[in-house]
């Protein structure tokens, strides 16, 4: 690979990771942000949420002091990166909505660059 160019597997691969570590990052970004981290949620120390799970707006659904983990958070991660957008958990602060905003804007570029470079590529 002489002159820089690039062949096509390094280029998926390394958007691969670009998505991957977007998705981990944001998702303990909001981890970190809803309610005040993951200490305050689980203590007596409570503030408004910044998302709004399904398991909030029905309770019956699950466990009576049920609290959002790492997990569920990766997958408010990983939903808004695919989708563009939120999908079952609603942001509900101004802060929320800007990192959703911001995570969506990485994802997004990430594809259509490669797109761009693949159609490049290709000739």
């Known amino acids: 690979m002489a002159g820089g160019s690039t062949s096509g597997r390094s280029l998926i691969y390394a958007a691969g990771a670009i998505w991957v570590t977007n998705v981990m990052i944001f998702g303990l970004w909001f981890w970190e942000l809803d309610r005040g981290g993951p200490y305050a949620r689980c203590s007596n120390l409570r ?3 910044d998302f709004l799970f399904p398991q909030m707006t029905n309770p019956d659904t699950t ?3 049920w609290v959002p983990t790492y997990m569920d958070y990766l ?3 990983f939903t ?3 989708a563009f957008s ?3 958990t609603m942001p509900l602060t101004p802060m929320a909505k800007f990192l959703m905003l911001i995570q969506s804007l990485v994802s997004v570029i ?9 159609v490049n590529i290709l000739h």
Not at 110 to 118: E, K, M, N, Q, S
Request: no cysteine.
């Open 75 to 77: 997958y408010v991660s």
């Open 63 to 65: 466990t009576k002091k």
């Open 110 to 118: 990430t594809v259509v660059l490669v797109a761009a470079r693949a």
């Open 47 to 49: 503030r408004n949420p």
């Open 80 to 82: 808004n990166a695919l």
């Open 86 to 88: 939120p999908t079952d």
